[in-house]
């Protein structure tokens, strides 16, 4: 059975994912907010490393009213928007719907949960370098690696048929069996550099090579991690290192709440910062370092 | 008999200061460095709160090996040059000098002791808004107490002569018995406004009208105090509130270390953030929150 998808916010990764499907024939459905119109006209344009391509014509909509019910709908908005999720939602749902989150950060699926009781949802996070440099039109710089976990999906094979369906169109998906470790994980960069990168209004590459904020970085590393254990994901110290490692090898970046603060959108401090901060508290752990940054994204955010 | 005063450092405090003295007769020696040709032309000029005054002429040298030997030396110098002082101060010394450190921080005296064995040193904090606003020209805003203590003051007379010379020509003088508490306490309001108004590029009346702010700077007032009692300063937990309702009155400021940011010249992190955390940390207290922003400003420091 051929999957059905939803993709509710066509930018960076919406319009990657999306047109990765659409190209090679899945039938997909994109939700566009003000580039609807030129979309229509002109089609969906994806700039890859991997190789340019253009869709001349996609299934695209300016409204959640005018699109079919879908198997997968995969939100792929900004989780600032999160509190629209459900009328977006409701109009596109089956019975079977699966319902898949490809954001970043914690409680995401916990707090929709709650306001669409008994619908099936998953979580995604994408290690991708990604933005929308024009209406209808992405930049895919660098990685594209997704990994997809459960929630509350009461028939594991349909997640299994969407990465199957990404692995057969060139996207890197894995299935995680732990959503929560997946999310703690990717965190553990996060955290740091959105943050410090907006707050010391830099790059990833100029905290890296100093000794304070690389010392800083690594320091919330283990926060996260810490953080993590006592709510029981066995996250190893050793990561905080390894993701050190990693960023200086990394080419010069904005991490997107950079974008978002250089554009004067607001910022995922909320599912990003504030959300593991409870969580972590709630299990008995303070989130110090952590916590400082928050406070200082949100000062930003309301005085930008 | 008269007290014969050194000023180490002509600027916002030891122009003010020093010209008060001067200007009711008493002995004073500035030490200028760029200003000293203006000043020895045009002499020195005080706007203040309190009246303006222009003293057109005072005794002004270029370098310290013209001053005469001093009996007390009042050091306004910003502490980033306090490597500069055992060549300063030592040919000025004579058996008896007291040397007070009119700066900011902790383990000023500690410091400088050990580069100076057997030197009378005392310590000083300035509860004032002043800048310089040209050569030889200094903006009294607002404030002027004056806190001193002895760091190892042989006789106490020397220091009680100084207070009564300062309440005499109108700057109100105390004597402090204990001169870490008084350190540490007016670290409790410079720790957070100082390094969040240069992290944050704001002032102090924007951090304390925003929630997450004014909780910050709350929180880290409370590391501050927490760190004091660690190291067996009695200070109070009351006193954060306090400073946060005074602050909450206080005209929009830029504090010294946000000036000193704005002109681009070095920020006073060593002794307003690493000693303290440092001593802090040797007593086995945890200043997390603070230790964020001593970071912060290290990275802002060498890439600003």
């Known amino acids: 059975m051929a999957i059905r998808y939803g993709i509710i ?23 566009f907010r003000s580039d609807f119109e030129h979309v229509h006209r002109h089609g969906l344009k994806v700039d890859s490393v991997n190789g340019n391509f253009h869709l001349p014509e996609v299934n695209a909509y300016p409204s959640v009213s005018r699109m079919p019910v879908c198997d997968v709908i995969l939100v792929c908005l900004k989780t600032t928007g999160n ?50 440099i024009g209406p209808g039109h992405i930049h895919h710089l660098d990685y594209g690696k997704l990994i997809i976990g459960s929630h509350n999906v009461l028939d594991p094979e349909i997640l299994k048929q969407v990465a199957e369906d990404f692995l057969e169109v060139g996207v890197h998906a894995e299935l995680s069996g732990d959503l929560r470790f997946a999310r703690w994980q990717k965190l553990v960069w996060n955290v740091p550099f959105n943050g410090m990168t907006v707050v010391l209004n830099t790059t990833t590459d100029r905290l890296i090579a100093d000794e304070s904020a690389r010392a800083l970085a690594y320091e919330m590393m283990l926060e996260v991690i810490r953080g993590a254990n006592q709510c029981g994901v066995p996250l190893k110290e050793s990561l905080a290192q390894q993701m050190i490692d990693m960023t200086i090898k990394m080419k010069p970046y904005a991490p997107s709440m950079k974008l978002d603060y250089d554009f004067r959108r607001p910022m995922e401090i909320e599912y990003i910062y504030s959300k593991p901060i409870e969580t972590a508290l709630k299990a008995g752990f303070v989130m110090h370092k952590i916590s400082v940054l928050e406070k200082q994204l949100r000062f930003i955010q309301a005085n930008h």
């Open 9 to 31: 916010g066509t930018g960076a990764l919406g319009g990657f994912y999306g047109g990765m499907l659409a190209r090679k024939g899945h039938e997909v459905h994109f939700l």
């Open 83 to 132: 509190h629209l999720l459900p009328e977006l939602i409701k109009p596109l749902l089956h019975p079977g719907t699966v319902v898949v989150l490809l954001q970043n950060g914690l409680g995401l699926e916990e707090t929709l949960s709650a306001r669409l009781p008994g619908v099936q949802l998953a979580g995604g996070l994408a290690f991708i370098c990604s933005n929308k």
